[in-house]
């Protein structure tokens, strides 16, 4: 077999083998929480973020984590203010929660901007399945939500 023909078939070996990417990991806040800009009680305190609110996974140090918020923001929280329930922010001015998942499905309730829905079942086909705080769970478009 000549170099580059063994060459190629171990790139394509090492190919087939490869781990897939890690997917993206999100929590959500378990608490009214203090993001703050460095992993130290000392760092400068940023703003408090509400129960719920359901942050991006960046870094995990020690016992703090780096998220990024929904508008892009990068801070620490600490790790006992996250929680492993999942939940998604509504990025749509108003969306409707629909009682399938079809555009002309019976409408549930409306929400608006920056609403906190729990998640309820993983995305599929362009929509996903949430649940109201009062227990209507139904399903939006995942264009109109943050945090999956």
Do not use: N
């Not at 130290?40 to 408090?48: A, N, V, W």
């Not at 801070?75 to 629909?98: C, D, F, G, N, Y």
């Amino acid at each position: 077999m000549s170099p580059f023909l063994r060459t190629l078939c171990l790139a394509a070996a090492l190919t087939a083998t490869a781990a897939p990417a890690a997917a993206i990991e999100y929590r959500s806040v378990s608490e009214p929480a203090i993001l703050f800009d460095t992993p130290s009680d000392q760092g400068k305190r940023l703003f408090i973020v509400a129960p719920g609110t359901p942050v991006e996974v960046v870094v995990v140090l020690d016992r703090w984590v780096k998220v990024r918020d929904s508008g892009g923001a990068i801070t620490w929280i600490q790790s006992t203010a996250l929680a492993p329930k999942r939940t998604v922010m509504v990025t749509a001015e108003r969306a409707v929660v629909r009682a399938a998942p079809e555009a002309e499905a019976a409408p549930l309730f409306e929400t608006v901007r920056d609403a906190v829905l729990e998640l309820a079942g993983q995305p599929a086909r362009g929509w996903v399945q949430v649940r109201h705080q009062d227990g209507t769970t139904g399903f939006l478009r995942v264009s109109e939500v943050w945090g999956l």
